[in-house]
């Protein structure tokens, strides 16, 4: 590890910063959105299984793992598993930095909608098509790469600062504003006429929901998206904690923390969604309305943020002001999250052997030039998402299998238990770790597959945009491409020949 002895100042540094990176745009723009499709209140139920059955497992996993290793995803998979696993942590490795590509393309949308908010350009979007036709004619021209350019170019900008004075202090700033906007954002839309209908829609539980299976996956698809659970952001944070870290206690407080903003964030969009239409329709119609609304995709799944949000505010006193809010929220949700993704493909590259300013440059190239398809091409963007949000599936089994190479119980005494922890996991982890996380991979990949029949006429085609064929070819090639570049991977990381002394038990 030629570089990256920086650490984090203090545990609440290290919390913080977990957090940026857990709260993004995953909890503002998707989370109502998912909410609300699924109706409400029963959601909630699988919604917190699934934070302490798959997310702060896999959180817990990967703060120990890069503790333990002091290395990015490539080394540390094949420091901890074997030097022939290295391509998993590639792969991990991989499916973030694809993710990276077109979420910096999202955080350009939102600087773009701030500053629209900012200047009340927003007030033209008086109707949902008027909005959306603006929002289409946004993301596919030179505007979206300039915003593009501009959001890569303030992730990389705090990077080059450092773990501490860049990434550590960034989000001292970045994670109280997001939670004060979101704050204020949620008590305006709760004093709103009509706001009520909305928290009945929120927390009214309709027990028969908990029968269907489709309620219980979705759960699970969110909590993992939104926690940021199998992506290697947590394990390439982990890499600069103090030596002396409760990461039992950490991981549960990321999760918690992380799904207290979800709700936040549902409390600022789903109460405003149903005020308006219960303001301005007939009870028996408003509901069906407000439904339709919050449940709206849209394009590339903007629908709701990017199309309707605008409308909804503007309808309210002080519009043009809470629209800013709301937007400057997302964008330093997003902003968060990018700085992490923009770290981990730094640190890859450091434990390669590049210098830190070095792989700073090279990452702000690939990212900007990896992200232009989808700045320009809406069906491009919604293809990278289908394929590679559905490939974290692929990443959290990863993780799962390398728990198990590892040793399950080694995990928990080596990796978790560690000396100054307040809190300690028992054996009942290595069920949770060895056989509940696999199980639930298996079931929702399974899952998927047999829905993905349906998704597209051309089930199989590659070159669709929504289709399995799609996912399963582009998996493929990353799975490939990591396999034949394991041995260099490994070599560069860990040393030619070089034995792991930490993977007894791995593949060597």
Known sequence: MAEGREQFTSRWGLIIAALGMAVGTGNVWRFPRIYAANEGGAFLIPWLFFLFAWSIPLLMLEIGMGKKSRMGLVGAFGKLVGRRSSWMGGFVALVTTLITFYYSVVMGWCLRYFFAAL?????????????????????????????????????????????????????????????????????????????????????????????????????????????????????????????????????????????????????AVLPTVFAYFYSTLPPDVAYQRAFDVATFSGPASTGLTFVWIPILFSKFPFGQFFSAIFFLALTAAALSSLIAMVELITRILIDLGMTRSRAIIAVFSVVFLGGLPSALSLNFFANQDWAWGLGLMVSGGLFAVAAIRFGLNRVRTELINLPGNELNVGPWFNGVLGILVPMEFLVMLTWWIVQSFGFAEAWWNPFSTFSLGTCLFQWALAVILMLSLNNWMANRTLGKGQVNPLSQGGIQ
Do not use: C
């Open 119 to 267: 200047s009340g350009d927003l007030s033209r979007f008086t109707d949902a098509g008027a909005s959306q036709q603006a929002f289409e004619s946004f993301a596919t021209n030179g505007w979206a790469v300039f915003f593009h350019f501009f959001a890569i170019g303030i992730a990389v900008w705090v990077i080059h600062r450092g773990v501490v004075k860049g990434i550590e202090r960034a989000n001292r700033i970045l994670l109280p504003t997001l939670a004060l906007l979101l704050l204020v954002a949620a008590v305006r839309a709760l004093t709103l006429p009509g706001a009520e209908k909305g928290l009945q829609f929120m927390f009214h539980i309709e027990w028969s929901r908990l029968a269907d299976y489709r309620l219980w996956l979705e759960g699970l698809t969110q909590s993992a998206w939104s926690t940021g659970a199998g992506w290697g952001l947590l394990l390439t944070y982990a890499v600069y904690t103090r030596e002396r870290e409760d990461i039992v206690r950490n991981s549960l407080m990321i999760g918690l923390g992380n799904n207290s903003m979800s709700l936040l964030a549902a409390l």
